[in-house]
């Protein structure tokens, strides 16, 4: 690309005779520009060929009646690991609510460096949370709340989003950005897993594969089922 927006620009500025006097020079950059321009299509070749997605796409039903949809996504870059998901959901209890979500981890080396959650319900902001790596810390700032705190926990393995395409081996402990705590996920059987929440609800994964195909929200009031139907 370098060498031919050279040749260009020599034809529309008509700096063909000094080419002659600077042919040598010229001839240099040109070998010199042309394998840094290789250099950077490999690098570039390298880092796509290094980037590898996952895409999962989860049916939200209650009652047997699909309520909504939630899609994730897994993207592996090296040794970092970028979590997502997008859900939508309107469900009617007394009236309709309407809830919609952003949630967002990031690991390097197996270590929890960032993570974020942002929930509207009904169009009012219901949680908007961020928690960070700092100095063997993590740092969880609230937006909604307007407050800043310190979880002098480290370090951080998993999160509920990693949930979905990692099959806990053994009892352990997830992120939750919601709740801004730590929280226990117990092995009731073979891939299948309970997490209890702090509003009392609780939720079983069930796996494939290694993969998330199922998950139940009991709650006092409802229960919520998540079913894998493509990735």
């Known amino acids: 690309m370098i060498p031919i927006f050279i040749f260009w620009a020599f034809k529309k500025y008509q700096l063909a005779p000094k080419a002659k006097f600077y042919g040598d020079r010229f001839l240099k950059l040109i070998l010199q520009y042309s394998k840094k321009s290789i250099y950077i299509i490999l690098s570039l070749l390298l880092i796509t060929a290094g980037l590898k ?33 997008e859900t939508n959901v309107k469900v009617r209890f007394i009236s309709l609510i309407a809830v919609n979500s952003k949630e967002e981890s990031n690991f390097k080396d197996g270590v929890m460096q960032y993570s974020s959650v942002y929930r509207e319900v009904n169009g009012h902001i219901k949680t908007n949370c961020h928690t960070g790596l700092n100095y063997g810390s993590y740092i969880i700032e609230d937006k909604k709340e307007n407050e800043v705190k310190a979880l002098n926990t480290y370090p951080i393995t998993g999160s509920f989003l990693s949930l979905y395409y990692n099959e806990p081996a053994n009892n352990t402990t997830i992120y939750s950005d919601s709740y801004k705590t730590l929280i226990t996920i117990i092995k009731l059987e073979e891939h ?38 493509s990735n």
């Open 53 to 85: 997605a996952q895409n999962l796409q989860y049916a939200i039903s209650k009652g047997g009646a699909t309520v909504g949809v939630l899609k994730y996504s897994r993207n592996v870059v090296n040794n970092t690991i970028l979590y997502k998901a």
């Open 192 to 229: 299948k897993y309970k997490v209890t929440l702090p509003d009392g609800s609780d939720n079983y994964y069930y796996y494939n594969k290694g993969i998330c195909t199922k998950v139940e929200v009991v709650h006092t009031l409802y229960k919520l089922v998540f079913s894998l139907i």
